[in-house]
Nanobody, 123 residues
Framework: QVQLVESGGGSVQAGESLRLSCVAS????????MGWFRQVPGQEREGVIS???????PYVDSVKGRFTISQDDAKNAVYLQMNSLKPEDTGIYYC?????????????????WGQGTQVTVSS
């Protein structure tokens, strides 16, 4: 059974940091592109950043230089380090896996999803 389990969300003040974790099980993790997405109520889910064997790809200009994605193959885990958080970063953050060595931005291209973790940034 495929599972993606996120953790690490919370409520912080603007300028603070959070580190999200996503632990994968039930599939060959290293064959997949892993991505982080976020969703705000009333808006579509959007790709934030992804990681694959050929590197990392940020999809939102506002997170460049602030968010970093990394992975630990030994733990089947992918992480999202979020620094200098802003109120507009607030949302539910989802981890997702795409059955490919390459990453795409579209939500529909990802096969497996976690349950999401809430991030709230107050000013």
């Amino acid at each position: 059974q495929v599972q993606l389990v996120e953790s690490g969300g919370g409520s912080v003040q603007a300028g603070e940091s959070l580190r999200l974790s996503c632990v994968a099980s039930g599939f060959t993790y290293s064959w997949y592109c892993m991505g982080w997405f976020r969703q705000v109520p009333g808006q579509e889910r959007e790709g934030v950043i992804s990681i694959a064997r050929d590197g990392t790809t940020p999809y939102v200009d506002s997170v460049k230089g602030r968010f970093t994605i990394s992975q630990d193959d030994a733990k089947n885990a992918v992480y999202l380090q979020m620094n200098s958080l802003k109120p507009e970063d607030t949302g539910i953050y989802y981890c997702a896996a795409r059955n490919s060595y390459s990453c795409l931005r579209s939500v529909s291209s990802y096969r497996y999803w976690g349950q999401g973790t809430q991030v709230t940034v107050s000013s």
